[in-house]
């Protein structure tokens, strides 16, 4: 690969080989926590190896749980479960607050495995600007396979079709979502290696007067009152996406 360029340049490689340390040569070997994608700068990532620090939850019943497990992991020895109770229906999220200090585009992935087909899975990023609430909402329907978001008048609307996935777990899927705050508009949502463009897109917003941040959260819906599990991992947060 090319010293000192991106992991994903196309520049041909000038000059002798280069020692281990060089980091270009480093991240080539070692891979990235990001495997699907790997444009953006990224301001923090978290793959949950010191537990769940920082991330705030949310649920419609106490019985809900989310906490860190080792049985089923993408990397590494820990992920999450969000496991649902048997209330229907039930959801449960976890999300992590941000600085907002300048327009860019913003892009949050994960990897996530889910059990149940009765379940959906939703991706959302929401900013303050200070006067205004903007909102990048992505869902996966795991019984239909259907990919909707949530138009600038508050409808979901369906943008693609993944067809049959997995619902017992084991399968990771990984998923980024990019919003960009200059034009209030959707970039693209990446499932694996399918790429929903979604350029031109208004985001939802509304009047909002709260202080300058980023929100970035995962939704774990579940329509029946079966025990179902939601596995996140490699959670990354991104600027200057492409």
Avoid at 36 to 43: K, L, M, S
Avoid at 79 to 87: G, I, L, Q, R
Avoid at 195 to 213: E, F, K, V
Wanted: charge should be negative.
């Amino acid at each position: 690969m090319p010293h000192g360029a991106p992991d994903d340049s196309d520049v041909v490689k000038q000059g002798a080989n280069y020692r281990l340390d060089d980091m270009a040569e480093l991240a080539a070997r070692l891979g990235s926590p990001v495997t699907f994608h790997r444009f953006g700068d990224v301001v923090w990532l978290d793959t949950f190896e010191d537990g769940l620090g920082g991330w705030y939850a949310g649920a419609t019943d106490p019985a809900s749980a989310i906490y860190i497990q080792g049985t089923r992991t993408m990397s590494g020895g820990c992920a999450v479960e969000m496991a649902s109770a048997t209330v229907a229906p039930d959801y449960i999220s976890m999300f992590k607050h941000f600085a907002y200090k300048e327009d860019t585009r913003l892009g949050f992935g994960c990897t996530y495995a889910c059990s149940g087909d009765g379940t959906t899975v939703t991706i959302r990023m929401v900013y303050y600007t200070g006067t205004r609430v903007y909102l990048g909402k992505i869902e996966i329907d795991h019984a239909s396979g259907e990919v909707s978001y949530l138009n600038s008048g508050g409808v979901e609307t369906v943008i693609g079709d993944l067809g049959t996935l997995d619902v017992t777990g084991y399968v990771w899927y990984p998923v980024k979502l990019v919003i960009d705050t200059a034009t209030g508009e959707f970039v693209g949502f990446r499932f694996g290696p399918t790429y929903l463009d979604m350029s031109g897109i208004a985001l939802w917003q509304g009047p909002a007067a709260d202080a300058p941040r980023c929100i970035m959260s995962v939704y774990f819906f579940c329509d029946d009152a079966l025990d179902h599990s939601l596995y996140i991992d490699n959670c990354v947060f991104t600027v200057n996406e492409f």
